[in-house]
């Protein structure tokens, strides 16, 4: 069974940064691991993903040069490094994992979700 532990949320001003993780267990090699997020009255979308094996990302345009995301696979741990946060970036950030494909292929599980809150 697959389970995804996030960390890494917090309160930050604009212009500031933090680095979220997750940690997976029970997931398959060249699976996909991602972030999503879904902020107040907004519907939740894909932030970035990558792939387990071949390490390809990929990037929603509000976040690309500004969101990296990298993975350790000895840790089992996948990273999200946000910086220049704006208030467009404040949400509630999920971890899903799932099968290699587009976005919807990478929500197959959830994480408990981690906040990230913005202030100017």
């Known amino acids: 069974q697959v389970q995804l532990v996030e960390s890494g949320g917090g309160s930050v001003q604009a212009g500031g940064s933090l680095r979220l993780s997750c940690t997976a267990s029970?997931?398959?090699?060249?699976?996909?691991i991602g972030w999503f997020r879904q902020a107040l009255g907004k519907e939740r979308e894909g932030v970035a993903r990558?792939?387990?094996?071949?390490?390809?990302?990929y990037y929603a345009d509000s976040v690309k040069g500004r969101f990296t995301i990298s993975l350790d696979n000895a840790k089992n741990t996948v990273y999200l490094q946000m910086n220049s946060l704006n208030s467009e970036d404040a949400a509630m950030y999920y971890c899903?994992?799932?099968?290699?494909?587009?976005?919807?292929?990478?929500?197959?599980?959830w994480g408990q979700g981690t906040q990230v809150t913005v202030s100017s």
């Open positions: 899903a994992a799932g099968t290699v494909g587009d976005w919807h292929m990478c929500q197959v599980y």
């Open positions: 029970g997931y398959t090699s060249g699976a996909c």
């Open positions: 990558i792939y387990r094996t071949r390490g390809k990302t």
